[in-house]
């Protein structure tokens, strides 16, 4: 009974000895793991961000190019360059001896300027815009005329080939993510 009685009281001495070591462990664990949480969802929140904004960016940059897609179908459907020396030329359509817009400038960019894509876009804010600038008319090999577009510089007599370039701007689903395109574009005609 003793050896009992004496067991009982080192049991007692130990438990209250702890003063809440235990407590305070798990506390601390508990922090820890708390930070890491927090840490993790940050990191979580931040990769939603970048991705939102990848997502953004291509969408701006397709929306571009079906924009310069549909200027260079359009050049397709031209029976001769000769709309891009009528003054003024029509909406979008600029002769060589034209000054481009600035565009770089945003607010440069609407239906009385440019050209306005046709489609939908679903996923984008606004319209993509496109330019089509006339640079020049080739008739002949070698000479000033030349042109160094593989297949187009030798010229069958009695044909010319244009030389065009496009200018198109698209947006994503903000107005932060957008992408603008040059392409030279030549049709024989």
Not at 17 to 22: D, E
Request: no cysteine; aromatic share 8%.
């Amino acid at each position: 009974m003793t050896n009992q009685l004496s067991n009982n009281k080192s049991l007692r001495f130990v438990l209250f000895n702890q003063a809440g070591t235990a407590l305070v462990t798990s506390l601390v664990m508990l922090l820890i793991m708390t930070m890491i949480g927090i840490g993790s969802l940050k990191n979580t929140l931040m990769q939603e961000k970048m991705t939102g904004n990848v997502w953004d960016r291509s969408a701006a940059f397709q929306a571009t190019e079906i924009s310069l897609r549909d200027a260079e179908n359009y050049i397709e459907t031209l029976p001769s360059p000769s709309i891009f020396s009528v003054l003024p030329t029509p909406t979008g359509l600029l002769g060589a001896s034209e000054t481009e817009i600035n565009y770089l400038e945003t607010t440069a960019w609407n239906t009385s300027v440019a050209i306005q894509s046709s489609g939908e876009f679903d996923a984008v804010k606004q319209p993509p815009f496109h330019v089509i600038k006339h640079i020049k008319d080739t008739t002949g090999p070698g000479g000033n005329n030349s042109i160094m577009v593989r297949g187009y510089d030798d010229v069958t007599p009695g044909t010319s080939v244009s030389v065009f370039k496009i200018t198109a701007k698209g947006s994503g689903r903000t107005d932060s993510a957008r992408s603008i395109l040059q392409t030279y574009y030549a049709k024989r005609f």
